[in-house]
């Protein structure tokens, strides 16, 4: 997937780059899935042996490291990569919610800590964020996607129709998210259901005809109309057509 809408970069240009260690397939390939969405360049391992050799090698800008791995813990494998990386952020996945789990993690040598089950949307974002604070990212990335008079930053969450600003809810950010990324694309159902619902929903796709109508009540109540059914094709997020002026009739004298 492809769009002209801005993404995170290194200083120099290039794609971030990334490792996710887990030793569960399906887990790491759909947290690999997501990121290179984000135009990001992803190594993977499932072992914290694999791990710290891919750190080593191909030092990442970041990582998303399970705690807990069949051979070494994810603390031990972050000990191991901060000896000759030690600025390299992580962000810690793990099954547990205790504070002692935490703040072991945070301890190790981890930057943030996310518990599962966890949304895709919310791992970017800490990322996203990890990433900002360790100047690894091209100066002044911008996380806003802008159409028209709709502006959403990724990075705060906030969505404004002009000066109105639309409170989503997570799924809803996600779904507006989609759509800002593929502008004047038209989406179907499928492609939907598969962005958005892919870790933790196996419904059918009226479930995305339900969440396009809370988006319009939200996004075009009242408003010119952005968001655009194409019956048997899918759905298309455009501008706001001008609003239309009544037209005055000329002037007579007599």
């Known amino acids: 997937m492809t769009t002209d809408l801005p993404r995170l970069s290194r200083r120099d240009g290039s794609p971030i780059k990334a490792l996710v260690v887990d030793d569960e397939p399906n887990l790491v390939d759909l947290l690999a899935s997501a990121l290179h969405y984000e135009g990001w360049d992803v190594h993977k391992a499932h072992t914290g042996k694999d791990a ?44 547990k919610d205790s504070v002692a789990d935490r703040v072991a993690g945070i301890t190790a040598g981890g930057d943030d800590y996310v518990t599962k089950p966890f949304s895709l949307e919310e791992v970017v974002a800490r990322l996203r964020a990890l990433l900002r604070r360790s100047g690894a990212l091209e100066h002044d990335a911008d996380s806003k996607l802008t159409l028209g008079d709709l502006v959403m930053d990724e990075d705060s969450h906030e969505v404004f129709r002009g000066d109105d600003e639309i409170h989503l809810t997570a799924t809803e950010f996600e779904v507006l998210r989609f759509f800002l990324r593929n502008p004047k694309r038209v989406l179907s159902k499928a492609q939907i259901l598969d962005r958005v619902w892919q870790y933790d929903f196996g419904g059918e796709a009226n479930i995305v005809e339900l969440y396009i109508s809370y988006l319009r009540r939200k996004i075009d109540h009242g408003r010119e109309p952005m968001i655009h059914t194409l019956r048997g094709v899918g759905y298309v997020l455009k501008p706001a057509a001008a609003p239309r002026t009544a037209v005055q009739p000329p002037n007579t004298v007599g």
Do not use: Q, W
Request: charged share 15%; no cysteine.
């Open 52 to 95: 710290v050799v891919i750190a080593t090698t191909e030092s990442p800008d970041v990582i998303v490291l399970d705690i807990m791995l069949p051979d070494i813990s994810g603390m031990d494998v972050m000990r191991r990569i901060h000896t000759t990386h030690p600025h390299i952020p992580v962000l810690f996945l793990t099954a």
